[in-house]
């Protein structure tokens, strides 16, 4: 990525060469671990396995999301957002690896997700005016579900925030610069708004920094998911 923060950025061979990893190298590579996971006597409910296998996805359709930008115009906010997410997932794929305590949390966090949300659509009913009538059966259903499968007692809205896990494998400067940067584009911040996205070369140049940022992200996504698959049994 040094291209994007030192001034020989060549924004043409970084295109072609984005087009060409996330298009072929990167894919390739995750169907490759995929196969490596299927290939191995893992029982259908592994919970690693299944985490794992669900990261590889995750990682192959953010990379496939930024590589279409490509071929878009004025898709900066798009790119932007896509290579956040490789950010993103580039931490949480760390922190899963770390340990199993993290892997772990990380797999019951979708609980508490599951959770805030029904907690929020309750909210948005309150504010049209509407009873949400699945609220109770919603929350029934996940408590039955931790405490079952996961044994968890009490479920709570208490996940892991990921700055805390970019802390936890020390990629705190890492994130917070990047998603700090990325952030300006993704979101219809005032600059965004007001100024960049009416500048039509210089929105061409940002979409391409973004796009060589998103792939850098991939690569680490993928590096990180290779030594999360060699822990599988």
């Avoid at 191995?40 to 592994?46: A, I, K, M, Q």
């Avoid at 805030?116 to 509407?130: N, P």
């Amino acid at each position: 990525m040094p291209g994007t923060l030192t001034g020989d950025y060549d924004r043409e061979y970084e295109t072609e060469f984005s087009r060409e990893k996330l298009g072929t190298a990167i894919p390739n590579r995750l169907r490759e671990l995929l196969e490596v996971i299927q290939h191995r006597e893992v029982p259908p409910d592994d919970w690693y396995a299944i985490l794992v296998t669900k990261l590889l996805a995750s990682v192959a359709r953010a990379s496939y999301d930024l590589r279409q930008t490509i071929e878009q115009n004025e898709a900066l906010p798009t790119a932007a957002w896509n290579a956040r997410n490789l950010l993103e997932l580039w931490i949480w794929i760390e922190y899963c690896t770390a340990s199993q305590e993290n892997a772990r949390r990380f797999y019951e966090d979708a609980l508490r997700d599951a959770l805030g949300l029904t907690e929020s659509l309750s909210k948005m009913h309150k504010l049209t005016g509407i009873e949400n009538e699945f609220e109770d059966e919603a929350r029934r259903r996940l408590a039955e579900v931790a405490l079952k499968v996961h044994g968890i007692e009490s479920l709570d809205t208490n996940y892991e925030r990921v700055a805390a896990a970019a802390n936890n494998v020390g990629l705190q400067d890492w994130y917070a610069a990047c998603n700090a940067n990325l952030s300006k584009f993704a979101h219809p911040t005032a600059v965004l708004v007001v100024g960049i996205m009416h500048q039509g070369k210089n929105v061409i140049e940002l979409q391409a920094g973004c796009t060589t940022q998103g792939l850098y992200f991939a690569g680490r996504c993928v590096m990180a998911l290779e030594r999360m698959v060699a822990q599988i049994p």
